[in-house]
């Protein structure tokens, strides 16, 4: 004879980010709360991020800094928990901080003390975790019915909090979009995102040997500009510029990098236009060695500065701040920070998260087509998205 399934007043699938402080966010708001993760442990994406020092938010967060379908649909959650509520919550913990740049807040010790703090909340409100739990089936009657490796579960409210198809070997899997699918929900075109980019054949032949080599770029892409460090790796180019970046760059298209930003050198070269210097060694004033002279010789630049005419003067200095890099893909998920796309923000009411066709029904998180910026962002927006969901539950 078949058990009876448990049931609770809130159940949440995803132990990462949102899933943990949903969960002890609704608890604390008297619900019965069980919070099941498929790994053994939670929070293993919190443990690795920022180099292991967790870019847990940013203090500049607003809607301008996420990408969406709708780009206004994270407003309501990021009004309804700023960055500086989670700053309250670190110092009742006493946890220290601080910020590396651009309003980037680090811990000052490790990851593992986010990851402590989320398990103390959720441990003083008493919810119920399950790791090592992996779901099998998802039904809805007049309640939610979920069948899992350590038994069957009934609740009123679920809330899906699975993350995104980034870092497989931390577990990432597609459950939280089949979920969305099966209640007859769309999601968008999911891509990876904040991820380096490779080069095409005819370029990495010519930058393959300036792997490690890294120098402040500008890049820009519809409408948004990004000023930070560009570097080449193996396969292509990576660094905060390329991976802000690669979130708006589309197969096929160039990017346009301004390899001298500062304007004090951009001034400064061209007041050099008659050196007798050769260009490569002249440009290597201003960029690396090494990339100044590969990137002279691409495009046959060797002779001195002084024996340009004017014109063609302007035409390398215009090519330096406009240089069209061919990109020939990402490397992928496995390299992906975050995953783009996602349950489309048409069929959530922003307020809450909850789906619009299925009363009870959440989803937070990653697994939402809302996707940060590099730097805190896409932390900002689980606690964010967690908060508003748990103030409905």
């Known amino acids: 004879m078949l058990s009876s399934p448990r049931h609770f007043d809130v159940l949440i699938l995803g132990g990462g980010a949102a899933g943990m402080f949903c969960a002890f966010r609704a608890a604390a708001r008297g619900r019965r709360v069980a919070l099941i993760e498929h790994q053994e442990r939670l929070g293993k994406k919190i443990e690795i991020s ?81 790791t090592s739990c992996h779901i099998h089936n998802v039904t809805k009657t007049d309640r939610f019915q979920v069948t899992t490796s350590q038994g069957n579960f009934s609740t009123e409210a679920l809330v899906i909090a699975t993350g995104g198809l980034s870092f497989a070997k931390l577990g990432a899997s597609d459950l939280g979009y089949r979920i969305a699918q099966q209640f007859g929900m769309r999601i968008t075109p ?49 660094g905060p510029a390329i991976l802000q970046i690669s979130s708006y760059w589309k197969p096929a298209k160039k990017l346009l990098v301004d390899l001298l930003p500062e304007q004090e050198k951009r001034e400064s070269l061209k007041k050099e236009a008659s050196s007798l210097a050769l260009f ?92 940060g910026w590099l730097g805190g962002y896409n932390f900002q927006w689980a606690w964010a998205s967690a908060n508003a969901a748990a103030q409905a539950l």
């Open 190 to 238: 999911l891509r990876p995102a904040l991820v380096p980019l490779t080069l095409p054949a005819c370029e990495s032949s010519f930058f393959k040997n300036l792997a490690g080599i890294s120098f402040p770029v500008a890049l820009s892409e519809e409408g948004v500009r990004f000023e930070e460090a560009l570097l080449f790796t193996h396969r292509g180019v990576s």
């Open 50 to 130: 920022g180099g292991g020092r967790c870019n847990f938010t940013n203090i500049h967060a607003s809607a301008e800094n996420y990408l969406s379908e709708n780009p206004s649909f994270c407003q309501s959650a990021l009004a309804g928990y700023s960055p500086w509520d989670f700053l309250q919550l670190l110092q009742e913990h006493r946890i220290t901080y601080y910020e590396k740049k651009l309003g980037q807040l680090f811990c000052s010790t490790s990851s593992r003390v986010i990851i402590e703090m989320l398990l103390t909340e959720c441990r003083t409100h008493r919810v119920e975790i399950m």
């Open 280 to 371: 490569p060694n002249l440009l290597s004033r201003y960029l690396p060695r090494r990339f100044a002279e590969t990137w002279s010789e691409r495009y046959g630049f060797l002779k001195s500065a002084k024996h340009y005419h004017q014109k063609e003067f302007a035409k390398i200095l215009h090519l330096l701040h406009h240089w069209p890099l061919e990109c020939l893909g990402t490397e992928g998920y496995p390299k992906a920070e975050v995953t783009a796309g996602g349950v489309s923000t048409s069929d959530l009411f922003s307020k809450t998260m909850e789906a619009r066709s299925l009363r009870g029904l959440f989803f937070i998180g990653e697994v939402v087509d809302v996707t």
